[in-house]
């Protein structure tokens, strides 16, 4: 069950790189601001253009980890690749429309690279996706 199926196929990779671009912003940013005050005492710090702090930091990983782990199926791999997308777009919209301390947890003054960075590494997923949703459909056909 933990043996990944091979040769890796788009989709697996895409949960792959996804999940490491997640964590090329998730762990500078818990280094460079590992605050996880809540309410008017969040804090944010921009790391790589983007607002960090360990709240946002540390929601990264709850991408990041899934991905690896789903990237030994194919089929997971498509699910978690739609999964994490819908939850990266929804966050990019939530980032894009607030600059107010969201959730009590994230303070995002500058939401657009945020929403930027969200609808960016969506992309991947949603191609790995793509891809393996329309290769299989066609294999079904034939």
Do not use: C
């Not at 490491?20 to 996880?36: K, Q, R, T």
């Not at 949603?126 to 299989?136: E, K, P, R």
């Amino acid at each position: 069950m933990l043996t990944p199926e091979r040769p890796l196929q788009p989709v697996q990779w895409a949960a792959i790189l996804g999940s490491i671009a997640v964590l090329v912003w998730s762990v500078p940013g818990l280094i460079a601001n590992p605050d996880f005050h809540v309410g008017a005492d969040a804090t944010s710090v921009r790391v790589l253009g983007v607002d960090m702090n360990g709240w946002h930091a540390v929601s990264g990983f709850l991408v990041a980890i899934p991905g690896f782990f789903a990237a030994l199926r194919r089929s997971w791999s498509a699910l978690f690749n739609l999964a994490a997308a819908g939850a990266l777009l929804s966050t990019a919209l939530w980032a894009a429309l607030s600059t107010q301390v969201a959730g009590g947890l994230f303070y995002f003054p500058h939401g657009g690279a945020d929403a930027l960075l969200h609808l960016g590494t969506s992309t991947i997923f949603l191609a790995g996706a793509a891809h393996y949703y329309l290769t299989t459909r066609k294999t079904q056909r034939a």
